[in-house]
């Protein structure tokens, strides 16, 4: 099985408008991590956020938050006013026993 | 200050050739990790070292060999080097095993 599924490959979003990237994970670990990055075409990839699987509060960063929801094994990402600059792809990941697992990405698209 | 940086950041050469890249982080993390991202964007550990030591080596072809001579350092040699290893290679490193990931540029490997 899968250790992470992004079943967005592709997604468009109007400028100003919020989006959520879906992401969910796979684990019998009590204690594991998820992070997403954001990979611009410029090719570097960014530490967008972390969530702990201890953390009880969903985790913001700025106008990144991730929608945690531990009983379905999901870690959506919302961007909120997705500005131009938001187009890339974006890669969830997962630490677990402390072994690293991304997802495929999706591709964003910002529309002016 | 680049925190993770890694040389050369595009290298074209022949098949059968062995070839080097560097890494160095200033961040002063124990643990450092290499990823092959293929052309369809996904990501995959190789390896990873913590305090010098091996730690994760992931099924990789025994022409990659990894390098630590310090704990800011980890270099990846790749002999007779072949067309599939046509990748971008990032380096990252964490504060410690299973912390937050901050990757390199990467370097962008084409083998003819």
């Known amino acids: 099985a899968q250790k992470i599924t992004q079943t967005q490959p592709g997604m468009f979003v109007q400028e100003k408008e919020a989006v959520t990237l879906d992401c969910t994970y796979d684990t019998s670990d009590q204690s594991y991590g998820l992070f997403w990055y954001k990979q611009p075409s410029s090719g570097e990839m960014i530490f967008l956020i972390y969530?702990?699987?201890?953390?009880?509060q969903n985790a913001t960063e700025g106008r990144y938050s991730l929608n945690f929801q531990k009983a379905r094994k999901s870690a959506n990402l919302v961007i909120s006013a997705s500005q131009l600059g938001d187009s890339a792809m974006y890669f969830c990941a997962m630490r677990e026993y402390n072994q690293f697992y991304f997802g495929t990405g999706t591709s964003l698209t910002v529309i002016p | 200050d680049t925190a993770v940086s890694q040389t050369p950041k595009y290298l074209v050469t022949q098949m059968g050739n062995d070839k080097s890249i560097k890494c160095e982080q200033n961040?002063?993390?124990?643990?450092m990790y290499w990823y092959k991202q293929d052309s369809k964007k996904f990501l995959k550990i190789m390896f990873s070292?913590?305090?010098?030591?091996?730690?994760i080596n992931e099924t990789v072809p025994n022409r990659f060999s990894p390098k630590s001579p310090d704990k800011a350092h980890l270099n990846l040699h790749i002999n007779s080097l072949e067309l599939g290893d046509s990748a971008v290679y990032f380096c990252?490193?964490?504060?410690?095993?299973?912390?937050?990931?901050?990757f390199g540029p990467g370097t962008r490997l084409l083998v003819l």
């Open positions: 961040l002063g993390h124990d643990t």
């Open positions: 990252a490193s964490s504060q410690v095993v299973g912390a937050t990931q901050y």
């Open positions: 969530q702990g699987s201890y953390d009880e």
């Open positions: 070292y913590n305090n010098k030591e091996l730690i």
